[in-house]
C-alpha cells in the first residue's frame, strides 16, 4: 500500500512487516487518521518484540559469561548446583501447566457453573473486542489457578467473530479435544434452567448481599469504553432473568467520576475469592486501587507534599468533586497498603 511506504519513507512511524490479517484490517479502516494510528499501535508492538528479544540474548550472555564453573577439589567430585547435579526433582512448567488443567477439569465434573456471556462484539470497536479477549485470557489463567474453580460456560459464542479467532490466537490449545472450558453457541436459556440464573449487572438496583452456591451467575464479556449504555440490563430484561449487582458502596468508598463496571478479569476472581470464604471485603480485594477514594487522597498528598502551594488549588479541586475532608489544614493520613496476595496463599 502506497500510504504505508510513504510513512516509512518519511521516517514515521511504520511496522516493518504486516501478516495478511493485519493488513485486511488496515483496508477496512475508513478514515487516514485511524490508519495512522492502527500503523502506530503495530510499529511500537514490533519494537517492544524486538527490544524484548535484544533484551533476553543480553540476558543470556550475561548468565553465560557471569558464573564461574567451580573447581573440583578432586577429578571425580561432583559439583552440585543449577548447573550441576541436583538433590531435587525439577517440576517443569509443562508439569504445572498439566496440573492446573487437571484441576479446571475437575471442576467441569463437579464445580458451580459460571456463563460469560460473549454476544456483545457488535456493540464493541475493534479494539475493545481484543481488549475483551485478553481479559478473557486472563480469567481462564486466574480460574485454573484457585484452590475452587469455576466451572465456566462461554455462551452466545459467534465462531466466526474477531472475539474468538484472538482469544484461539492467545490460547492456542483452545480447539483441543482437552480444553478445560465449555464453549457454546446456543444462549444460556438453552442450556441451564431459568430460575436459577442471576445475571450481574452493575446497572440494576438489587445488590448481591450472599453468594448462593446453587445459582449459576451469568457475566458479560464486555468492554465498554465507547458504550456506557446499560446493554447488560436491557438483555437481563429481555431475557427476564433474575439481575443483581456488587455491593460495591457498602464496602468500599468509591472515588467521584470513577465507573462502577468491572473487567471480567476483576469479577472472576471476586466471585471465586467470595466463594471460598464468604467475606466480601477480602473478595473485593480485587477492585482496581485507582477506583477508590483512598488512592485520589494519596495522589492529593503526594502533589501537595512536592508542591506546598498548589494546597488551596487542590483542595478547591476536591470541594468541587463532592470530597469529603475533615479540615482544609489537616488531611487524613493514609499509607499504602499492598493486600494482593497469590491465589495460592492459605487463607488466615
Same mark, same amino acid.
Given at each position: 500500500?502506497?500510504?504505508?511506504?510513504?510513512?516509512?519513507?518519511?521516517? =514515521?512511524?511504520?511496522?516493518?512487516?504486516?501478516?495478511?490479517?493485519?493488513?485486511?484490517?488496515? &483496508? !477496512? &479502516?475508513?478514515?487516514?487518521?485511524?490508519?495512522?494510528?492502527?500503523?502506530?499501535?503495530?510499529?511500537?508492538?514490533?519494537?517492544?518484540?524486538?527490544?524484548?528479544?535484544?533484551?533476553?540474548?543480553? =540476558?543470556?550472555?550475561?548468565?553465560?559469561?557471569?558464573?564461574?564453573?567451580?573447581?573440583?577439589?578432586?577429578?571425580?567430585?561432583? &559439583?552440585?548446583?543449577?548447573?550441576?547435579?541436583?538433590?531435587?526433582?525439577?517440576? =517443569?512448567?509443562?508439569?504445572?501447566?498439566?496440573?492446573?488443567?487437571?484441576?479446571?477439569?475437575?471442576?467441569?465434573?463437579?464445580?458451580?457453573?459460571?456463563?460469560?456471556?460473549?454476544?456483545?462484539?457488535?456493540?464493541?470497536?475493534?479494539?475493545?473486542?481484543?481488549?475483551?479477549?485478553?481479559?478473557?485470557?486472563?480469567?481462564?489463567?486466574?480460574?485454573?489457578?484457585?484452590?475452587?474453580?469455576?466451572?465456566?460456560?462461554?455462551?452466545?459464542?459467534?465462531?466466526?467473530?474477531?472475539?474468538?479467532?484472538?482469544?484461539?490466537?492467545?490460547?492456542?490449545?483452545?480447539?483441543?479435544?482437552?480444553?478445560?472450558?465449555?464453549?457454546?453457541?446456543?444462549?444460556?436459556?438453552?442450556?441451564?434452567? =431459568?430460575?436459577?440464573?442471576?445475571?450481574?449487572?452493575?446497572?440494576?438496583?438489587?445488590?448481591?448481599?450472599?453468594?448462593?452456591?446453587?445459582?449459576?451467575?451469568?457475566?458479560?464479556?464486555?468492554?465498554?469504553?465507547?458504550?456506557?449504555?446499560?446493554?447488560?440490563?436491557?438483555?437481563?430484561?429481555?431475557?427476564?432473568?433474575?439481575?443483581?449487582?456488587?455491593?460495591?458502596?457498602?464496602?468500599?468508598?468509591?472515588?467521584?467520576?470513577?465507573?462502577?463496571?468491572?473487567?471480567?478479569?476483576?469479577?472472576?476472581?471476586?466471585?471465586? !475469592?467470595?466463594?471460598?470464604?464468604?467475606?466480601?471485603?477480602?473478595?473485593?480485594?480485587?477492585?482496581?486501587?485507582?477506583?477508590?477514594?483512598?488512592?485520589?487522597?494519596?495522589?492529593?498528598?503526594?502533589?501537595?507534599?512536592?508542591?506546598?502551594?498548589?494546597?488551596?488549588?487542590? &483542595?478547591?479541586?476536591?470541594?468541587?468533586?463532592?470530597?469529603?475532608?475533615?479540615?482544609?489544614?489537616?488531611?487524613?493520613?493514609?499509607?499504602?497498603?499492598?493486600?494482593?496476595?497469590?491465589?495460592?496463599?492459605?487463607?488466615?
Amino acid at each position: 500500500m502506497l500510504e504505508v511506504e510513504v510513512m516509512r519513507q518519511d521516517g =514515521r512511524c511504520a511496522p516493518d512487516s504486516m501478516n495478511t490479517t493485519q493488513w485486511k484490517h488496515l &483496508l !477496512d &479502516l475508513s478514515s487516514r487518521n485511524q490508519r495512522t494510528n492502527y500503523l502506530t499501535f503495530l510499529w511500537k508492538n514490533e519494537k517492544s518484540r524486538e527490544n524484548q528479544k535484544i533484551k533476553k540474548e543480553t =540476558r543470556r550472555k550475561q548468565f553465560a559469561d557471569g558464573i564461574p564453573d567451580q573447581e573440583k577439589e578432586y577429578p571425580d567430585d561432583l &559439583l552440585y548446583g543449577i548447573r550441576y547435579q541436583s538433590l531435587f526433582l525439577r517440576i =517443569r512448567d509443562q508439569s504445572i501447566n498439566n496440573f492446573d488443567n487437571y484441576r479446571a477439569l475437575l471442576a467441569m465434573m463437579h464445580s458451580q457453573s459460571l456463563v460469560i456471556d460473549c454476544s456483545y462484539e457488535e456493540h464493541m470497536v475493534w479494539r475493545e473486542t481484543l481488549n475483551a479477549a485478553k481479559q478473557m485470557t486472563l480469567v481462564f489463567g486466574d480460574n485454573r489457578l484457585h484452590k475452587e474453580p469455576f466451572n465456566i460456560h462461554l455462551c452466545n459464542v459467534n465462531n466466526d467473530s474477531e472475539f474468538l479467532k484472538q482469544l484461539k490466537k492467545n490460547i492456542p490449545c483452545m480447539e483441543e479435544p482437552w480444553f478445560p472450558m465449555n464453549i457454546h453457541t446456543e444462549s444460556y436459556l438453552d442450556i441451564f434452567p =431459568r430460575e436459577k440464573l442471576v445475571y450481574l449487572t452493575p446497572h440494576c438496583r438489587n445488590e448481591l448481599t450472599r453468594f448462593d452456591p446453587d445459582a449459576i451467575y451469568i457475566i458479560g464479556c464486555m468492554v465498554d469504553k465507547t458504550n456506557n449504555e446499560p446493554i447488560s440490563l436491557a438483555k437481563a430484561k429481555k431475557d427476564n432473568i433474575t439481575m443483581a449487582k456488587l455491593p460495591l458502596d457498602r464496602y468500599l468508598e468509591w472515588a467521584p467520576g470513577s465507573k462502577k463496571n468491572l473487567n471480567i478479569n476483576h469479577m472472576i476472581p471476586i466471585l471465586l !475469592d467470595l466463594k471460598l470464604t464468604g467475606d466480601w471485603e477480602y473478595a473485593l480485594r480485587h477492585i482496581p486501587k485507582r477506583k477508590l477514594m483512598e488512592t485520589k487522597i494519596l495522589a492529593m498528598q503526594k502533589r501537595i507534599k512536592n508542591n506546598p502551594q498548589l494546597k488551596n488549588d487542590v &483542595l478547591k479541586n476536591f470541594r468541587k468533586n463532592n470530597f469529603k475532608l475533615s479540615s482544609v489544614n489537616s488531611l487524613p493520613n493514609l499509607k499504602k497498603t499492598n493486600i494482593r496476595r497469590s491465589l495460592y496463599d492459605d487463607l488466615e
